[in-house]
C-alpha cells in the first residue's frame, strides 16, 4: 500500500519488538509489526485490519465519494421508545427512554447501506415543523433550526424529512393540510438553501408519518381529533411532495404506531423501517 497517496507521514519507533507508528499528520496511527513469535500475530492483525478500514473511510469521505444523508425529524428520529406511563407519574428525561445507537432506525439504516454513506441523526423530542411551542420551548421549532442544520453539515446530498406527529398536539390547534403546508416550508427553505453538492440543492425524500394509535395516558396531549388529522397527512404529504418535485414515501405502509403510547414506534418495526429505506435512497442518490 502507498501511503503517500493517503498523505500520511510516518515516524517509527520500536517497542517492546513491535514497531509502530507516531501521531500522523491526519491524527489517524497505523501500527506496523514485527511479528516475532505466533502470540504476537493475532492483535497486531486485527489491529491492521481496524486502521485499514480507517483509511478507507477516509478517502472515501473526504475524496468525495462518500454520499450524505440528513435524517430531520422528531423523537421517532431521535429513538425514543415506546412510554407506558402517564408523564404526571414521574420527571422525564429523554435520554433514558431512547434506543441504543445501532437499534434506532437511523443506524440500522447506516449499517444497512455500508461506509459508502454518511447517515446523520438529527431527531429532537417534540420538534414541530414551524411552530413555537410555548410549553417545552421554542427550540423545538423545526424551522428555526433546519438552516444552521444544513450549513453544519453541508455538502448534503439527500435529506430524509419526517415531521409532523408533534403538530397534532391539542395546543397548536392545527389541520392536516396547515401540517402538510408547513412540511412545504421546510422543503422549500432546504431547496433554496444551497448546500447540496457544489452549492446546488439537496434531494429530499419526504417520510409520511404514520397515523396515531391508541393513544392511552397521552389522549390529553393530543386528542381524539388528532387521530383522525393524522389519518389524512397521507393524502396532503403526498400532493406537498408532487408541488417540490421531491421523493415520498408513506411510513404507514410500512410499520404502525406502537400500541403501548400510540405515537412511537416498537422495536422491530423500527428495525423494518430502516431495512426498507435502503432501496428507496439507493434508488434516489445511487
Known amino acids: 500500500m502507498n501511503f503517500n497517496y493517503f498523505k500520511i507521514i510516518i515516524k517509527f519507533h520500536t517497542v517492546s519488538n513491535h514497531t509502530y507508528s507516531t501521531q500522523p499528520a491526519n491524527s489517524l496511527s497505523i501500527p506496523i509489526f514485527q511479528f516475532t513469535s505466533y502470540d504476537n500475530?493475532?492483535?497486531?492483525?486485527?489491529?491492521?485490519?481496524?486502521?485499514?478500514?480507517?483509511?478507507?473511510?477516509?478517502?472515501?469521505?473526504?475524496?468525495?465519494?462518500?454520499?450524505?444523508?440528513?435524517?430531520?425529524?422528531?423523537?421517532?428520529t431521535y429513538g425514543a421508545v415506546p412510554l407506558d406511563f402517564d408523564l404526571f407519574e414521574k420527571p422525564f428525561v429523554s435520554s433514558l427512554y431512547r434506543l441504543p445507537r445501532e437499534k434506532r432506525w437511523t443506524g440500522i439504516f447506516q449499517s444497512e447501506l455500508g461506509?459508502?454513506?454518511?447517515?446523520?441523526?438529527?431527531?429532537?423530542?417534540?420538534?414541530?415543523?414551524?411552530?413555537?411551542?410555548?410549553?417545552?420551548?421554542?427550540?423545538?421549532?423545526?424551522?428555526?433550526?433546519?438552516?444552521?442544520?444544513?450549513?453544519?453539515?453541508?455538502?448534503?446530498?439527500?435529506?430524509?424529512?419526517?415531521?409532523?406527529?408533534n403538530d397534532l398536539k391539542i395546543k397548536f390547534s392545527v389541520s392536516a393540510l396547515d401540517i402538510a403546508m408547513s412540511i412545504g416550508v421546510l422543503v422549500d427553505t432546504i431547496q433554496k438553501?444551497?448546500?447540496g453538492p457544489d452549492g446546488g440543492k439537496p434531494k429530499i425524500l419526504i417520510l409520511c408519518p404514520p397515523p396515531l394509535g391508541e393513544l392511552s395516558h397521552l389522549e390529553d396531549l393530543f386528542?381524539?381529533?388528532?387521530?383522525?388529522?393524522?389519518?389524512?397527512?397521507?393524502?396532503?404529504?403526498?400532493?406537498?411532495?408532487?408541488?417540490?418535485?421531491?421523493?415520498?414515501?408513506?411510513?404507514?405502509?410500512?410499520?404502525?404506531?406502537?400500541?403501548?403510547?400510540?405515537?412511537?414506534?416498537?422495536?422491530?418495526?423500527?428495525?423494518?423501517?430502516?431495512?426498507?429505506?435502503?432501496?428507496?435512497?439507493?434508488?434516489?442518490?445511487?
Open 115 to 165: 461506509n459508502d454513506y454518511y447517515v446523520i441523526e438529527e431527531g429532537l423530542n417534540g420538534r414541530t415543523t414551524v411552530w413555537d411551542d410555548p410549553i417545552e420551548g421554542t427550540y423545538k421549532n423545526g424551522l428555526k433550526y433546519l438552516l444552521p442544520c444544513l450549513e453544519s453539515h453541508a455538502p448534503i446530498d439527500l435529506v430524509i424529512l419526517m415531521l409532523g406527529t
Open 223 to 286: 386528542g381524539k381529533e388528532g387521530i383522525k388529522k393524522s389519518k389524512d397527512f397521507a393524502k396532503y404529504y403526498k400532493k406537498v411532495a408532487k408541488l417540490y418535485n421531491c421523493s415520498f414515501l408513506d411510513v404507514a405502509t410500512i410499520i404502525k404506531s406502537s400500541d403501548k403510547d400510540g405515537v412511537h414506534y416498537d422495536e422491530e418495526d423500527v428495525k423494518k423501517l430502516g431495512k426498507v429505506l435502503v432501496k428507496n435512497v439507493r434508488d434516489i442518490i445511487g
Open 193 to 195: 438553501s444551497g448546500f
Open 41 to 76: 500475530i493475532i492483535l497486531p492483525l486485527y489491529s491492521l485490519w481496524y486502521y485499514i478500514n480507517k483509511i478507507y473511510y477516509l478517502v472515501i469521505r473526504y475524496g468525495g465519494k462518500m454520499k450524505t444523508i440528513l435524517c430531520y425529524g422528531d423523537s421517532n
